[in-house]
């Protein structure tokens, strides 16, 4: 079973960076993309990046484009966000996504195109 873990979350300063891990616990899967997502406090989860593994091309929200940067590690299925230049709008719980089916570029921010997804950590942007 795949069991996506995110981990690097906390409570920063306006202004500061952060790196988020997503580490699959479980078994070994090739998945097509993996992707952030996060849910703001009373809002709907949104789309925030997303990597292509057969040619790491990456994707952005235009609210973190220039400020976060998604990459992978070594092994399939490890992804990590570096977040820079933090704001307080970016104050939410980060989700860690992956999907195993080939997605258009369109689709990067839709939930539907991934089968397996974290359980989320809270980033927390004081002002």
């Known amino acids: 079973q795949v069991q996506l873990v995110e981990s690097g979350g906390g409570l920063v300063q306006a202004g500061d960076s952060l790196r988020l891990s997503c580490i699959n616990s479980?078994?070994?899967?090739?998945?097509?993309?993996m992707a952030w997502f996060r849910q703001a406090p009373g809002k709907d989860r949104e789309f925030v990046s997303a990597v292509r593994r057969i040619d790491e091309n990456t994707y952005y929200a235009d609210s973190v484009k220039g400020r976060f940067t998604v990459s992978t590690g070594n092994a399939q299925n490890t992804m990590y966000l570096q977040m820079t230049r933090l704001k307080s709008e970016d104050t939410a719980v980060y989700y860690c996504?992956?999907?195993?089916?080939?997605?258009?570029?369109?689709?990067?921010?839709?939930?539907?195109?991934?089968?397996?997804w974290g359980q989320g950590t809270q980033v927390t942007v004081s002002s």
């Open positions: 479980g078994r070994t899967f090739r998945p097509y993309a």
């Open positions: 996504a992956a999907g195993l089916s080939p997605i258009h570029t369109s689709n990067w921010p839709a939930e539907r195109m991934y089968e397996y």
